[in-house]
């Protein structure tokens, strides 16, 4: 199974696009990549400040042929961003519950999962915000970036791909379509 991917320089959210393109169109997954994010959002209506440089990824799928409570979802969702960032950084990476990961007590990715319904289908959107090349700066909330600790210069195509990638071959096994 292949995500279709839709590339944008700039949206409003990745996951608004993702919502937008699931009701305008017959797909049962894909993902939405963009440069920069105008309104991008996190937890409890909060605003992502959305640096370029960074991955602002969407993914959605139909949540119908699934054999997953949403907490399982959640769960292999942001342990399937925390096994892309392992690539890249082999130390410890935290999950901090609802939707962030740490690295040294900084945020590193937000990742914010929305519930759709189109008609009788239910869908989860799944937006992910790893700082790649810069991080905000967030009072009373540190935040750090790939490139940064890891002293590298990290391409955030490589991320994308590879984030593509693990989740194609794990949902493979979920997924009763194609």
Do not use: H
Not at 21 to 32: A, P, S
Not at 94 to 108: Q, R, S, T
Not at 116 to 140: A, C, H, M, R, S
Not at 144 to 156: F, S
Request: hydrophobic share 35%; with cysteine; net charge positive.
């Amino acid at each position: 199974m292949k995500f279709k991917k839709f590339i944008f320089k700039k949206v409003n959210s990745t996951n608004l696009t993702a919502i937008n393109i699931l009701k305008k169109t017959k797909l049962n997954y894909g993902m939405i990549v963009a440069d920069l994010q105008s309104k991008g959002k996190g937890q409890y209506g909060r605003k992502w400040i959305s640096i370029k440089g960074n991955l602002f990824v969407s993914f959605f799928y139909n949540l119908d042929k699934i054999d997953l409570s949403l907490k399982k979802l959640t769960k292999l969702n942001c342990n399937l961003v925390k096994k892309t960032i392992s690539k890249f950084y082999k130390k410890k990476i935290l999950f901090k519950e609802p939707n962030d990961l740490l690295i040294n007590g900084k945020k590193i990715c937000g990742i914010l999962q929305e519930t759709i319904y189109k008609k009788e289908n239910k869908f989860l959107v799944i937006g992910i915000g790893i700082n790649i090349l810069k991080n905000p700066v967030i009072l009373d909330y540190p935040t750090t970036n790939l490139c940064e600790i890891t002293g590298k210069n990290i391409k955030k195509n490589d991320v994308e791909k590879l984030l593509k990638f693990n989740f194609e071959k794990k949902f493979n096994n979920y997924f009763s379509y194609n």
